[in-house]
């Protein structure tokens, strides 16, 4: 028994030093606290619990095993019911074959084998369930191979902060934020030429387009904006911009061109024997074209019938840019709060050849839907609980056929302005954009 005052002050100093030392690494390197401490015990922990969890989650079922059973066997004089041990086949819940969890960066991974009549739907049903039984941020579900599943699990939100937008060296390609693995999340117009950018106000549409811009704006390319806000979001980068068109008549006339540059760029191609701008000689490929179009829904909306016939030109030039540019290097980049069937056929129909989709906030489980469409409900889920308060937040339609949670990286409009003056120097004139493809004779 210790009986000075020191020896009695030793152990709860030498564990008070031990809880801080842990503080510390914990803050100042929580990269190695998690790899050396934290994960080995949370794989501990997981494997230890997942029966209860798996029960608990409903993802169990009922197999016929041999077990030891204890049964009554007979009444005793005593009163006392005398007990037998058999072995026999009873019912016994079985959960899904777990493999060893494996450390991420921002949590862990696990590979489990479905059980038989089980497909990884109900996993995603459950997903939620599970993230509240391991005390997680998410549960992500993927299944690359039949008859078993991975789960992507995320301890905190690593959408919280996303740090400074990296430069993209590779043309038509930019990263342009972060998705929820901690990957880059990339806008690749050569995997993926048309996109979709739906959001409810003040959910971080245009300031996708800035970091699109910013990406951009080094790069051999000419960037072409259509600003149905009455040109106040792309105004101030109009050094970097080879057109831009701010009201629908202006639209009007700059798809015109884009639709006689296309049909000359064909030609160009038909006549070089190839089958699209890439296969020409690097000196005769014309430039590639994104087209940043913000407000997209404003193109669409019929005040009265004499805006009837603008309208269809402006549909029709929209789709056959989506239907044809790809091959001849004109790229669509496409935001609006509702893309929605209501607009007219059109847009239903632009939406169909725009693969690449995000959804940001949104206020209503339609725009979600029509966004997402086809994608796995629980990405609608995802889509209709981003908070408000994180700006930029994303559900996006990855190239890998996955969707995730991403952010894009916080680009204020100076920011995109600087680029856009940095970089005016690459912009391409419109005026030769439009003369270097004539339609060959
Ligand atoms: N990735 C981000 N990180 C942090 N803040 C962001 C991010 N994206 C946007 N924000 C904030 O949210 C605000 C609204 O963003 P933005 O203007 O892009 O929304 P919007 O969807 O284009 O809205 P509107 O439909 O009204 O044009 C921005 O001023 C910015 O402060
Ligand atoms: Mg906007």
Same mark, same amino acid.
């Not at 002050?9 to 914990?26: E, F, S, T």
């Not at 080995?40 to 197999?63: D, Y």
């Not at 056959?320 to 209501?342: K, M």
């Not at 796995?376 to 937040?393: C, F, M, Q, T």
């Given at each position: ?38 994960y ?24 016929q ?44 991974? +696990?590979?489990?084998? %479905?059980?038989? &009549?089980?497909?990884?739907?109900? $996993? ?5 369930? !599970? @993230?509240? =039984? ?72 245009s ?16 960037? +072409?904006?259509?600003? %149905?806000?009455? &040109?106040?979001?792309?105004?101030? $980068? ?5 057109? !831009? @068109?701010? =009201?629908?008549s ?108 995000i ?15 086809d ?19 994303a ?21 995109a ?9 690459l ?15």
């Open positions: 028994m210790p009986d000075t005052l020191p020896e009695l002050l030793a152990l709860p100093a030498a564990l008070a030093a031990v809880a801080a030392g842990l503080w510390a690494w914990r803050h100042f390197h929580p990269v190695s606290f998690w790899y050396v401490l934290a080995p015990l949370t794989a501990i922990g997981i494997r230890a619990s997942w029966r209860k969890v798996a029960l608990g989650c409903g993802l169990t079922k009922k197999r095993r041999f077990w030891w059973t204890i049964t009554p066997a007979a009444l005793v004089s005593t009163g006392t019911v005398k007990v037998r041990r058999t072995f026999r086949r009873v019912a016994v819940d079985t959960k899904p074959w777990m493999w060893l969890p494996l450390p991420t960066r921002y949590g862990w991974r +696990v590979t489990l084998r %479905l059980l038989e &009549g089980q497909i990884p739907a109900d $996993y995603s049903e459950a997903a939620e369930r !599970l @993230a509240h =039984s391991w005390g997680v941020h998410a549960v992500r579900v993927s299944s690359d191979k039949p008859g078993r599943i991975r789960l992507n699990v995320t301890i905190h939100d690593p959408l919280i902060r996303v740090d400074q937008i990296p430069p993209s060296p590779d043309l038509l390609k930019v990263t342009v934020g972060r998705l929820e693995t901690g990957g880059a999340w990339l806008i690749d117009f050569t995997t993926v030429p048309h996109w979709i950018n739906a959001g409810a106000t003040q959910s971080g549409k300031n996708l387009a800035n970091a699109l811009l910013v990406g951009l704006a080094p790069q051999p390319v000419a960037l +072409v904006g259509f600003d %149905l806000k009455g &040109g106040v979001e792309f105004t101030p $980068y109009t050094p970097r911009l080879s057109a !831009l @068109a701010t =009201s629908r202006e639209c009007s006339d700059l798809l015109a061109d884009l639709i006689a540059l296309m049909i000359g760029r064909m030609g160009q191609c038909r006549t070089a024997g190839a089958r699209n701008i890439w296969q020409l000689p690097p000196a005769d490929r014309p430039v590639p074209i994104v087209v940043l179009v913000d407000e997209l829904a404003e193109l669409y909306l019929m005040a009265d019938k004499s805006e009837k016939d603008e309208i269809a030109r402006i549909s029709t030039a929209l789709l056959r840019i989506a239907q044809l540019g790809r091959a001849f290097g004109i790229y669509l980049f496409c935001s609006g709060q509702r893309i929605s069937s209501e607009l007219g056929p059109g847009v239903t129909a632009l939406r169909a050849q725009c693969s690449g989709r959804c940001h906030r949104v206020n209503d489980p339609e725009t979600a839907t029509m966004t997402l469409g994608l796995d409900p629980s990405a609608l889920d995802s889509a209709r609980a981003i908070p408000a308060e994180k700006p930029g937040v559900i996006v339609a990855h190239q890998d056929g996955q969707w995730y949670r991403a952010r894009s990286f916080y680009i204020p409009e100076k920011t302005e600087q680029a856009a003056h940095a970089y005016a120097h912009t391409p004139d419109w005026a030769d954009i439009c003369a270097e493809t004539k339609i060959p004779a």
